[in-house]
């Protein structure tokens, strides 16, 4: 651990029953990349922060195996203990959301130096982003737009580290996220290459809320915590295959054959971009006007309903559309 010149506080936050140490300055800000880098196996009690560092370190390493807890936002909840669970059946551990510390210790298995927040700085390219500002809800005032961008520097900056825009904010305190050659914290949670492996067939798992990617072997290669359908627009059931993939999709607005937006009674053509209905990719099925797909509101997967469709975060889309083909099968467990 880094040590520090000047007095502060050992706080500890607990995750089942794993807890980490971790050291903050008296003046600090809310979490810093040390907290988050050097957090480590300890007994003790609950932080008193709303976004813990060691659980930031936690979704961070889930991540980098493709077990994704959804946005990482430091907190703990329904999301992350799914893929604890996961996690612990992809590695043939004992079942359970608790992490232990063989959970912990098997996490840490591959390449455990690598630090978990790293620095970025920020280029003339992402100060350059045609941001589009507030976003109105009506699908009719969407479809006149240009495209469906990132509304500000926050949005797009989170979303392409995979973390909430609270977390940005808590380890870049008072910083502009706009101007070029800023210095941020961001978290590293990207998995290393795959080598062209594909998925020989996905389970989208109604009862858990989980989209589940094998291997030939059965072995889980991916798992992401999703939105399948809703009371009254429900999921298909059995087997179905992928037919297209769409990268940034525009959406095809169908009362008709969807759902009743608003007011609107007319067809409609929303414009690409990852504030989209469907986001950043859309993976069609065999079964009509139904797909896996992106989201505009990460924070929501899982916790929502949808009108029908298979919901995850853009990036897990993506991820999940690098995975698959035209002619794998998608079976809906209930």
Known sequence: MVPFSVGGVLRVALVGSLAFAVWRPNNAAAITAVEANDAHFQSGEHTSSPISA???????LLARRSISPGE?????????????SEFRRQQNLPAGEELDQNTWDALHADNPDKPVVSDYTITEQDAAYPFVGAI????AAQAKMGKLGFRNADEM???HFHMSEDLLKALNPNTDFSKPGQHISVVDPF???RNGVKAAHVVADKAHGLVIAYDKADHIIA????TIGSDETPSPSGEVSVTRIAKNPTYEYDP????QQGHNK???TLPPGPNNPVGSVWIGLSRPTYGIHGTPEPSKVSKTQSHGCVRLTNWDAEELASLVRRGTKVRFAD
């Open 256 to 259: 008709e054959k969807n759902f």
């Open 266 to 268: 007319s067809r409609l």
């Open 54 to 60: 060691s659980i930031v370190k936690i979704q961070v």
């Open 72 to 84: 990482i936002d430091g907190v703990d909840g329904e999301n992350l203990r799914k893929a604890i």
């Open 136 to 139: 109105p809800k009506d699908y």
């Open 157 to 159: 900056l989170g979303e």
């Open 191 to 193: 998995p290393p290459s």
């Open 223 to 226: 798992a992401y915590p999703a």
